[in-house]
Structures are given as structure tokens and as C-alpha cells.
């Protein structure tokens, strides 16, 4: 039987009875999340697509785990699932998780040459490929899938989609930087080396005008929203409308695309090398 038929066979018993069968199970799935061999979400030739057992095998691991102390003397207190263990690392790994409270879930793959900057978390589920730098106070939600090279500075949220199990997770493709206190959810794809000035803002329900080219980018049924590779965003506004609006001189949040990376962004946003 495979691994995902007999995810889905567990998940469809009594809960108590999926764990003494299904402890096995969800050690192996975790492995191959922590090897790459499974993605919640892979790109193809038709653009990105979620891998729906994946998903269904991180909620098989919340539902048959039960809640122990794994406290490091008295001191660290760590309180959790005993299917989500912390994640595993050697110096083989060639991952640095700099010291300071960061905390990385079992089940998330981070390649190597990863710099993980205290305090930081990173999710089961999560991909973090090669070369990628999660600062202080980042965050890097379930099943989000972050690219090659993607810098994502202080206090960057990149949030998590694991409910429902067919929503496209947070995308963060190759080589884009996110800037301080920024926020991405709800499934937004952000292009390779597309740039989020600090401070910006984005859900499935945000409008994006490109000043550049003259468009204005949003999510549709069919696909999610998605910021054109190279672009730069700053947050911007726009007049709030109605008489109540002009009155108190109200605007709405809008993030605007000023220009496409040219060298000058190239400098100020690259990654540098010596920090490897």
C-alpha cells in the first residue's frame, strides 16, 4: 500500500485507532518532507498545483498526536504533539541555525546553505530551497514553498495554507526579497526576484496596480493572485470612495508596483556572499 492510500485509510478511522497504526506512517511521511521527496505544492508546466495528500498527511500527523513535555532540562519548555518534533540537523546538513530561539518543525525541508537568523520559525510542510536567508522574527508558515536565494528580512510573515487541504499555499519563488514586516497569505505567488518594499501587505483579496505597465493585478476563480517576476511593490493607497470618504479625506491601502528590478535593485537587495 502506498504512502498515500494509507494516509488517507487513517484518516478515515477513529482517531485513537489511526494512532496505533499510523505512528509508522507519519514518521516515514515526515522524513520524506524533511528530504524533499514530498512538496505540498510543486510547479509545472501549467503554473503551480497543490499536492492535496501531502496536506492531508500534515493533518493526520496533528490528529493522532498527543501532547508531551520534550522540555530540554527544566529550562527550554517545549510542549507539543509528539508527531511534530523539532527538526533534526547535522553539521552535514550544511544548514546555520544561528542560536537565539528559533525553532524549526520535523517535517520541513531546508536545503542547504539556509542561514535561520534568531528568533525565527519555520513550519512542517514548509520548503525552504537553496541559499535562502530567514531573518530575525520571520515566519514561514505550513506548506508555504520559499525558492532559491529568497532573502526574507526581519519580521517577514509568509503565512501557512494547510486548511482547506486544496488551497495553493504561500509562494515565494527564486531570488525575491521581502522586506521588513512584510505580509504574504492566502495562497499569493510572488514571482522570482520580485521585490516587497517594507511593509507590504498581501492577501488573496489585495489589488496590485502596476504603474508600470498599466494593469491592475487580482485574484479570479481559477487562479490566485500573483506578483509579475521582477516587480518592485511599495505599499501605497488610493481614495476611499463615497461623500463620508472625501469628507474626512479617507484613502485604502493599495501596493503598487513602481518599476522592474534594474542593477540599483540588484545592489541594495543582494544577498551577501561573504555571509555564507
Given at each position: 500500500m502506498s504512502l498515500e492510500t494509507e494516509i488517507e485509510r487513517l484518516l478515515a478511522i477513529p482517531a485513537e485507532e489511526a494512532r496505533q497504526e499510523g505512528l509508522d506512517v507519519v514518521h516515514e511521511f515526515r522524513a520524506g518532507l524533511n528530504r524533499g521527496d514530498f512538496r505540498a505544492a510543486e510547479k509545472?508546466?501549467?503554473?503551480?498545483?497543490?499536492?492535496?495528500?501531502?496536506?492531508?498527511?500534515?493533518?493526520?500527523?496533528?490528529?493522532?498526536?498527543?501532547?508531551?513535555?520534550?522540555?530540554?532540562?527544566?529550562?527550554?519548555?517545549?510542549?507539543?504533539?509528539?508527531?511534530?518534533?523539532?527538526?533534526?540537523?547535522?553539521?552535514?546538513?550544511?544548514?546555520?541555525?544561528?542560536?537565539?530561539?528559533?525553532?524549526?518543525?520535523?517535517?520541513?525541508?531546508?536545503?542547504?546553505?539556509?542561514?535561520?537568523?534568531?528568533?525565527?520559525?519555520?513550519?512542517?510542510?514548509?520548503?525552504?530551497?537553496?541559499?535562502?536567508?530567514?531573518?530575525?522574527?520571520?515566519?514561514?508558515?505550513?506548506?508555504?514553498?520559499?525558492?532559491?536565494?529568497?532573502?526574507?528580512?526581519?519580521?517577514?510573515?509568509?503565512?501557512?495554507?494547510?486548511?482547506?487541504?486544496?488551497?495553493l499555499p504561500v509562494i515565494v519563488e527564486d531570488e525575491a526579497f521581502v522586506g521588513g514586516n512584510c505580509g504574504v497569505y492566502e495562497g499569493v505567488i510572488v514571482g522570482t526576484r520580485a521585490v516587497l518594499a517594507p511593509g507590504v501587505i498581501l492577501t488573496g483579496g489585495t489589488t496590485v496596480y502596476d504603474l508600470v505597465r498599466g494593469e491592475v493585478y487580482r485574484r479570479t476563480a481559477q487562479y490566485p493572485l500573483l506578483i509579475p517576476a521582477g516587480a518592485v511593490l511599495v505599499p501605497g493607497s488610493r481614495p476611499a470612495g463615497g461623500a463620508f470618504a472625501e469628507q474626512h479625506n479617507l484613502s485604502l491601502y493599495a501596493p503598487v508596483i513602481v518599476k522592474y528590478r534594474d542593477e540599483k535593485t540588484d545592489a541594495s537587495t543582494m544577498l551577501e556572499e561573504a555571509l555564507r
Amino acid at each position: 500500500m502506498s504512502l498515500e492510500t494509507e494516509i488517507e485509510r487513517l484518516l478515515a478511522i477513529p482517531a485513537e485507532e489511526a494512532r496505533q497504526e499510523g505512528l509508522d506512517v507519519v514518521h516515514e511521511f515526515r522524513a520524506g518532507l524533511n528530504r524533499g521527496d514530498f512538496r505540498a505544492a510543486e510547479k509545472t508546466a501549467d503554473g503551480w498545483r497543490t499536492n492535496l495528500w501531502v496536506k492531508r498527511g500534515i493533518l493526520l500527523s496533528f490528529r493522532i498526536g498527543l501532547v508531551k513535555d520534550r522540555s530540554i532540562a527544566g529550562e527550554f519548555h517545549f510542549l507539543d504533539k509528539d508527531t511534530l518534533p523539532a527538526h533534526p540537523f547535522s553539521v552535514a546538513d550544511g544548514v546555520r541555525v544561528v542560536p537565539g530561539g528559533s525553532s524549526i518543525r520535523d517535517g520541513a525541508y531546508i536545503a542547504r546553505n539556509v542561514i535561520c537568523m534568531p528568533p525565527m520559525f519555520i513550519n512542517i510542510g514548509a520548503f525552504v530551497d537553496e541559499g535562502s536567508m530567514i531573518d530575525s522574527h520571520a515566519l514561514v508558515g505550513s506548506c508555504a514553498q520559499i525558492g532559491k536565494r529568497v532573502h526574507l528580512s526581519a519580521a517577514a510573515q509568509i503565512g501557512g495554507v494547510l486548511e482547506p487541504p486544496g488551497a495553493l499555499p504561500v509562494i515565494v519563488e527564486d531570488e525575491a526579497f521581502v522586506g521588513g514586516n512584510c505580509g504574504v497569505y492566502e495562497g499569493v505567488i510572488v514571482g522570482t526576484r520580485a521585490v516587497l518594499a517594507p511593509g507590504v501587505i498581501l492577501t488573496g483579496g489585495t489589488t496590485v496596480y502596476d504603474l508600470v505597465r498599466g494593469e491592475v493585478y487580482r485574484r479570479t476563480a481559477q487562479y490566485p493572485l500573483l506578483i509579475p517576476a521582477g516587480a518592485v511593490l511599495v505599499p501605497g493607497s488610493r481614495p476611499a470612495g463615497g461623500a463620508f470618504a472625501e469628507q474626512h479625506n479617507l484613502s485604502l491601502y493599495a501596493p503598487v508596483i513602481v518599476k522592474y528590478r534594474d542593477e540599483k535593485t540588484d545592489a541594495s537587495t543582494m544577498l551577501e556572499e561573504a555571509l555564507r
